[in-house]
């Protein structure tokens, strides 16, 4: 849905921080994108997530266990699946912000990110993660992903995430 990265786009464009967006389909069409975002067809997720402040993505599994691991905050646009359910735990916990998609749009994400970036979470890279296309078994194998309680990760992530 092009729509969903020129709109994450736009909303992050004014902000001081580098947007990787990773299409996850090596067959994706080139995107002409607001601001200045890095568009990829595919994205080595560990790395980047290790050096993000933020993570957008729509709150698959992979993508959210890889961000809790690594102590990033979390803004869910879920989707689909599974997804609407870890977006709600994310929120729960105190990891991350929920976007429902049918409240999606620039002005929205505007107000979430310039209010995570208040609160100093976007001082570097913001990452959209799309859909992944790999098996979920060469994720659990490639990444080491350390879970922490719900309490130890709202502390790990406190000053990160906006007040609500």
Do not use: M
């Amino acid at each position: 849905r092009p729509e969903v990265f020129a709109e994450i786009a736009a909303a992050c464009a004014p902000l001081d921080a580098q947007l990787v967006i990773s299409l996850g389909n090596p067959n994706s069409v080139t995107l002409d994108l607001p601001g200045d975002p890095l568009v990829v067809a595919y994205a080595p997720h560990q790395q980047l997530i290790e050096r993000a402040t933020l993570v957008i993505s729509h709150a698959g599994l992979n993508t959210t266990l890889t961000a809790l691991g690594c102590g990033v905050p979390v803004l869910a646009i879920p989707i689909t699946n599974e997804q609407p359910s870890i977006a709600a735990r994310l929120a729960y916990c105190g990891a991350g912000r929920v976007l429902p998609l049918k409240r999606l749009g620039v002005e929205a994400l505007r107000e979430l990110t310039e209010a995570f970036d208040a609160a100093g979470a976007s001082a570097g890279v913001f990452i959209f993660l799309g859909e992944v296309t790999e098996p979920a078994s060469r994720f659990a194998t490639s990444n080491r992903i350390e879970i922490w309680g719900a309490a130890e990760l709202a502390g790990r992530l406190r000053g990160k995430l906006p007040a609500e």
